[in-house]
């Protein structure tokens, strides 16, 4: 509870906040005060009569406060292709596109392209994002300097060498717990059919010893695993177990190919396993079937939500995904009581926070948690009358709702200015690199995609 005696130093006023949100049934309380110390949140209770004490106030009565949403599974640089590989499927995406532009990457391009992503991701409300890319140490320059918490993990393909899984090791090992702790690392092997076993088994040592997860696509589609099982006799999965992926702790990103004898396996790893599911990714390079969010909802499985890369998104857009999530899971399951509003706000939160790997430090507005908070004016017309917050929240709000942004203790989002990243400065740097980036005429590419 707020204590009237104490000087906080950050405190928010007025709000109507998520709470309870562990589990599908969380309930919005009005009036809500939020008192924040050293970038966590230290008391949290009914406002009073006056503000407590303190070096800081947001007075956010007319707002909707909830914890900062989590982006589990992106690329962040890869806002610099955002648009350029649009209505092909996913062997001319990497093979035509991604892959032979990703050749023509600079370490400062990564730079900016991140910092643009943590634009893009603050003034969306999302403040936690787990990345899966190269040239990572420019892509830790942009979360320092952009306020926002990262899990990176420094990816790599076998194709190079014993170098890959050093540097992704290296990486992880240097730059874990960096910028006041916001942010975390992973080791990031591509997927199973671009690492293998020796270099899998290798990441997850690596993982164990340093004390971090392993970042990986894995069973990224059925196509994908009927692969594996074809040319090696075991799934996607059953890799990730053999070569001792799941038991370091692991991100699966997508997991949409995870068949039913998979999931118990899975299951077995508890909170330390989670899959991130990008449905907007799936539905736009028309890839059946979703992540099979029901048989790993029964088996204890997190689920997080992801966007991957804007090149496949075209936004960092978490609530879209929020949305989007429900409605595909209502549609395939042909069962409109599945995934509730309570359910779909269970994900990216609680279950979000589980598979990014600080299942205790972010994800929920409770005391002793990260102060990581988005706060949404949900009086536009498109959201009012208000009967009930959560439908609100999954089914009529929009990233521009989001109008303040705390980002472990630090307001970086205020009445939608943006104060850590100057959005126009980026514009003008990158607009002399842009024909360059999307040169393909090289004929190169950083690796080839046949799963
Ligand atoms: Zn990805």
Redesign the pocket.
């Known amino acids: 509870m707020i204590d009237p005696g104490s000087t906080y130093d950050l405190v928010l006023t007025g709000c109507t906040a998520l709470r309870n949100n562990a589990g599908k049934d969380p309930r919005f309380e009005p009036n809500t005060t939020i008192a924040i110390t050293d970038g966590q949140i230290v008391a949290i209770g009914p406002d009073g009569d006056t503000p407590p004490a303190c070096a800081e106030l947001v007075e956010t009565a007319g707002l909707v406060a909830i914890p900062g949403l989590i982006n589990c599974?992106t690329?962040a640089a890869m806002t610099l292709f955002r648009g350029v590989a649009e209505d092909v499927p996913v062997h001319s995406w990497f093979n035509k596109y991604v892959w032979p532009m990703e050749v023509n990457l600079t370490e400062e391009d990564v730079y900016l392209g991140t910092l643009l992503a943590c634009a893009e991701m603050l003034a969306s409300g999302v403040t936690s994002f787990a990345d899966?890319y190269f040239y990572m140490d420019a892509a830790a320059r942009a979360v320092e300097e952009s306020g926002i918490r990262a899990n990176l993990g420094w990816a790599f393909f076998s194709s190079m060498g014993s170098e890959g899984v050093a540097q992704s090791a290296d990486f992880a090992q240097r730059l874990n717990g960096s910028a006041n702790g916001r942010i975390t690392t992973s080791l990031a092997p591509h997927a199973p059919y671009t690492v293998n076993d020796e270099d899998l088994e290798l990441a997850a040592e690596h993982a164990r010893r340093i004390g971090v997860r392993v970042h990986i696509?894995a069973a990224e589609n059925l196509a994908q695993t009927e692969s594996s099982v074809d040319s090696r006799g075991i799934t996607p999965i059953e890799i990730l177990r053999r070569t001792g992926i799941l038991d370091a702790g692991t991100i699966i990103?997508h997991g949409c190919g995870i068949t039913d004898p998979d999931v118990p396996v899975l299951a077995r790893y508890g909170t330390s396993v989670g899959v991130a599911h990008c449905p907007k990714v799936y539905l736009k390079h028309a890839l059946p079937p979703l992540t099979p969010i029901r048989a790993l909802d029964a088996a204890g499985v997190a689920v997080g939500l992801g966007t991957?890369?804007v090149a496949g998104n075209n936004t960092l857009d978490i609530l879209e995904s929020m949305r989007l999530t429900a409605m595909t899971q209502k549609y395939v399951e042909e069962d409109a009581t599945w995934m509730t509003t309570g359910h779909a706000i269970n994900l990216a939160t609680t279950q979000s926070a589980a598979t990014f790997g600080l299942p205790n430090d972010i994800g929920a507005l409770e005391v002793g948690r990260r102060a990581d908070i988005a706060l949404l004016d949900m009086s536009g017309a498109h959201c009012q009358p208000i009967h009930d917050v959560a439908a609100a929240l999954v089914y009529s709000a929009r990233a521009g709702d989001v109008v303040t942004v705390v980002s472990d203790g630090a307001v970086v989002l205020r009445d939608r200015k943006l104060l850590t990243v100057d959005v126009a400065a980026i514009r003008a740097e990158l607009s002399g690199r842009l024909d360059r980036l999307i040169d393909i005429s090289h004929g190169d590419q950083i690796q080839r995609y046949d799963p």
């Open positions: 599974h690329h899966h696509h990103a991957d890369g």
